[in-house]
């Protein structure tokens, strides 16, 4: 049984008060995930992801198409006994703490006295504002309400987790305590479903993803199979050189770029010996700091394929005739 | 599910504590407190009357006042700030939600309307203790009349309409402008007796139907004001408020209702 | 198309089971309602009850909505006024009229309908109004205080002494006085002069009427003065029926027993109809023999001209 699994999914807006116009937010998007895997939502803002999430969690209704979660539809009341929802920028209730706020929701699924207490407490910790537990939420910073947000949507221990936008408003402690937050949550068996515009995120967390973008789907699958992990060129970077030595270097090196006094950044092309280029410029009185491989990331297939879809898009999205 | 409801309204009345409306009974006991002292020095008798009927109005204003400020937010201010979904995605169906925020606002009332009972009740205990001649010269009604509960009783009714009424255009509509319209049905449901009347006074037919078509659909408040019958010691039969009781329940079950159905079609954009 | 169906699906029959809900509930509020209304009169509202019995009171708590405060009474006014003289019962007492007036007035002195056909509602004689042409003339009293410029409440006070009183002595100093007033129309010294002189006489009320009917703009005060012109009128042509009754009776020693005898005497040209198209009646135990039917619109003729015995010369 797939963990989500959309068919033809569609959902149309009317835009504007006199004369409504329809606006296609998502087009016919048909998408599965299986299981116990973290599945990356990826796409530019405006793309659709968090209509989509929000179709998935019933907050919104869907003009066409099919949806099921957990095998059932997402009106089914057994749906929400097992998933979890973070929202993008998620805002809560001023004038609770963190800690009522997770009381509040853990009584909502029928959890009661001790045990209630006790798991609230846990995830309090887990997300690390165990210290802030009793202040009242509007005292709260952005990245606080981040993760009182994910505790928010783990109270119930979910199956299914879906996340939109996680790692916003995180400084880099707190992006690595949510990845590795999202990895316990794979290794537990729980599914994870998130949305997010971070790709480098995607790249560290994902099995599969898909991208949508201007409301359609572009492509979805295995990572590893999207994109081709072969090395398309070496990144140098040395320092102390003089600019003259970096003149007459060969066909080898494509580029090169100035990042400060001195240092430099050295493109070397994919055919070449980097080890070589190395050991020529250290003769000119360079010293080595870095050299890595380049690699067609996600962001590079990602920029590709948005700036293809907006030359070929018309203008507005507007609802095709029919 | 009846829990989940009561979470939800748990937390409205919890919400009102914490901002403070409760604050409103220390104005109301200071404003008693102090019109009793004033008026004290006019002639006997009288200052019971006038007490009686300033508990009463304030009590009524300061009713209305919370059952429309807090009533047009109930619903707007969760979706406004998005906190709504965090809610919805629990195991809480529309229905439950809009429910749960009626009785809270309901029992936030409730508190505020008791409290100032007592008050009333305090303060004119207090002048009649003050001055035992006050009850031979009350001649319309005893001092610490019992009746004047039927008043209250009838007054929170009546807020429970008007927070009905707050609540439906809560689901669609800001603030400014539902507290404008719930306004403006409190006001027109006080003269509803007289579009009720409509067609014997006006000449055209079709301007004696349409009155009569608002006086059914339109929320009928007056009957709920007693102040004056019982400050003037006329007594409320148990039936009358009985009746009346039943109509307002009933007339906010179907506002409720309408907000249900307004809410559980909304798309949460 | 698929977007209606999808705006269906969405509430399903979720939308229309709470639709028959809210539709329930109000029809068994509005079964209530009526069962309460039947069983129990409205308590001591604020239909019976002033809530302040002087208009200087609520002109301070009114707190500067004075004017629109004063349209309500007004219209309360209006309503109780209309209300009452429908109602079915006997003794209607319009008890709440010169409260309600009054208070109008205090909170907008310068209401200028208020005073004038408030005096018009007090004056009219039970059962139509309370018959207080007392109260009428202090209203319109203090209507010349607030207001020394305004001839009109003048003229009506007038009036009121003239038609409702029958003091004529009264009635001419007011009407001297409102002719004295800057601006007032040349006729009212005439008509002051006239009903000092004629007093009781149909002609000069002929001519009052006459002018308050062509000088005023509204409905019901026309419609008012139409109705006492055809009553004077009525008058006039009873005194002449009178006159053919009689000289039948002192022919044939009998008085008629219909108008058809007249008829076919054609001393009448047909059954001679009143203003207001009802037939006269003979009715022997008058002092004329003719009389207005009471089915008439125009019926009861006022009765200070309704002549004591005898025919008219």
């Known amino acids: ?322 | 599910m009846a829990r989940v409801i009561c979470l939800v309204a748990y937390h409205v009345f919890k919400e009102s504590v914490r901002d403070k409306v409760l604050y409103n009974l220390v104005l109301f006991a200071v404003l008693m407190i102090g019109a009793s002292y004033l008026i004290g020095q006019l002639t006997a008798g009288q200052d019971v009357k006038i007490i009686k009927d300033l508990g009463l109005a304030a009590s009524s204003v300061f009713g209305l006042f919370i059952a429309v400020f807090i009533g047009v937010g109930l619903v707007w201010k969760e979706v406004d700030r998005r906190s709504v979904y965090n809610l919805l995605v629990k195991p809480i169906t529309r229905s439950q939600f809009i429910i749960g925020k009626f009785l809270g606002l309901a029992l936030t009332l409730l508190v505020n309307i008791a409290v100032m009972a007592a008050a009333l009740y305090a303060v004119l205990g207090l002048m009649l203790w003050l001055q035992p001649g006050l009850a031979k010269a009350s001649i319309e009604a005893p001092v610490m009349d019992p009746q004047l509960l039927m008043a209250f009783a009838l007054l929170y009714v009546q807020l429970l309409v008007v927070t009905s009424v707050a609540l439906f255009f809560s689901t669609f509509s800001g603030p400014m402008l539902s507290a404008a319209f719930t306004f403006g049905l409190y006001i027109v449901g006080h003269f509803n007796a007289d579009l009720a009347n409509f067609e014997a006074v006006v000449e055209s037919q079709a301007a004696g139907w349409l009155g009569k078509a608002l006086y059914y659909i339109l929320p009928n408040l007056a009957p709920f004001d007693v102040k004056a019958a019982v400050v003037h010691g006329q007594a409320v039969s148990f039936s009358y408020v009985a009746l009346t009781t039943g109509y307002g329940l009933l007339y906010a079950g179907a506002m409720v209702a309408l907000a249900i159905l307004v809410f559980s079609r909304r798309d949460f954009k | 198309m698929e977007a209606l169906a999808a705006r269906v699906r969405k509430g399903g029959d979720g939308a229309l089971t709470l639709l028959a809900a809210a539709a329930l509930l109000l029809g068994s509020a509005l079964a209530l309602q009526a069962y309460r209304e039947a069983r129990h009169p409205l308590p001591l509202a604020s239909s019976d009850v002033l809530y302040f019995r002087g208009g200087a009171a609520v002109s301070r708590a009114a707190l500067g909505f004075d004017a629109i405060l004063a349209d309500v009474y007004w219209i309360r006014a209006i309503q109780h006024f209309g209300g009452t003289r429908r109602a079915q019962e006997s003794d209607k007492t319009y008890k709440l009229l010169y409260p309600l007036l009054d208070l109008t007035t205090t909170l907008d002195p310068h209401f200028n309908i208020a005073y004038r056909f408030g005096a018009l509602f007090l004056s009219e004689p039970h059962p139509a109004g309370p018959g207080r042409a007392d109260l009428a003339v202090s209203l319109l009293e203090r209507g010349l205080a607030a207001d020394p410029t305004r001839w009109q409440y003048a003229q009506d006070a007038g009036f009121v002494h003239y038609w409702f009183r029958q003091d004529y002595k009264a009635a001419a100093e007011w009407y001297f006085r409102a002719s004295r007033i800057d601006g007032a129309p040349w006729w009212l010294h005439s008509m002051a002069a006239s009903t000092l002189a004629e007093g009781g006489d149909r002609q000069s009320s002929r001519q009052m009427w006459r002018q308050l009917y062509e000088t005023t703009e509204d409905t019901w005060v026309r419609n008012n003065a139409q109705l006492k012109l055809g009553q004077l009128d009525a008058l006039d042509e009873i005194d002449a029926l009178a006159a053919v009754v009689q000289r039948f009776a002192q022919t044939r020693g009998r008085p008629p027993g219909d108008w058809s005898e007249l008829v076919a005497l054609r001393w009448l040209t047909g059954i001679p109809l009143d203003p207001s198209g009802t037939p006269y009646e003979l009715r022997p135990d008058t002092p004329g023999g003719v009389a207005l039917s009471q089915k008439s619109s125009l019926h009861p003729l006022p009765p200070q001209f309704l002549k004591k015995a005898g025919p008219t010369t």
Not at chain 1, 162 to 178: A, C, N, T, W, Y
């Open chain 1, 1 to 322: 049984m797939l963990a989500i699994e959309t068919e033809r999914l569609t959902k149309d807006y009317a835009v504007g008060f006199w004369r409504p116009r329809p606006y296609r937010a998502l087009d016919s998007l048909s998408l599965q995930v299986e299981p116990n895997e973290v599945f990356g939502f990826l796409g530019p803002n405006g793309a659709g992801k968090t209509t989509t999430l929000k179709l998935l969690t019933e907050l919104i209704y869907p003009t066409s198409g099919r949806i099921s979660v957990l095998g059932k539809p997402p009106s089914h009341p057994d749906v929400r006994r097992r998933v979890g929802y973070l929202p993008e920028a998620p805002y809560f209730y001023d004038y609770l703490s963190a800690e009522e706020l997770l009381t509040y929701f853990a009584g909502l699924f029928g959890l009661r006295g001790a045990e209630r207490s006790r798991r609230v407490a846990s995830l309090l910790d887990r997300v690390g504002i165990a210290g802030e537990r009793r202040l009242p939420l509007r005292k709260f910073s952005k990245g606080m309400l981040q993760r009182v947000g994910l505790a928010q949507a783990l109270i119930n221990e979910p199956e299914l987790v879906f996340l939109d936008e996680p790692m916003s408003g995180l400084d880099p402690i707190g992006r690595r305590d949510v990845r590795a937050l999202i990895l316990e949550l794979r290794d537990r068996g729980c599914t994870v479903f998130f949305s997010s515009h971070i790709l480098s995120d995607a790249e560290a967390l994902c099995s599969r993803v898909a991208i949508v973008v201007g409301g359609q789907m572009v492509i979805s699958g295995r990572l590893s199979e999207i994109l081709a992990f072969e090395v398309s060129g070496w990144e140098l970077v040395m320092a102390d050189l003089q600019p003259a030595a970096l003149e007459s270097l060969g066909s080898a090196v494509r580029k090169v770029t100035r990042i400060s006094e001195g240092r430099y950044t050295v493109e070397v092309t994919p055919e070449a010996e980097p080890e070589r280029i190395v050991g020529e410029l250290r003769s000119r009185g360079g010293r080595f700091v870095s050299l890595n491989p380049v690699r067609t990331t996600l962001e590079d297939y990602f920029v590709q394929q948005v700036t293809a879809r907006k030359a070929t898009a018309p203008a507005g999205r507007a609802v095709p005739e029919g």
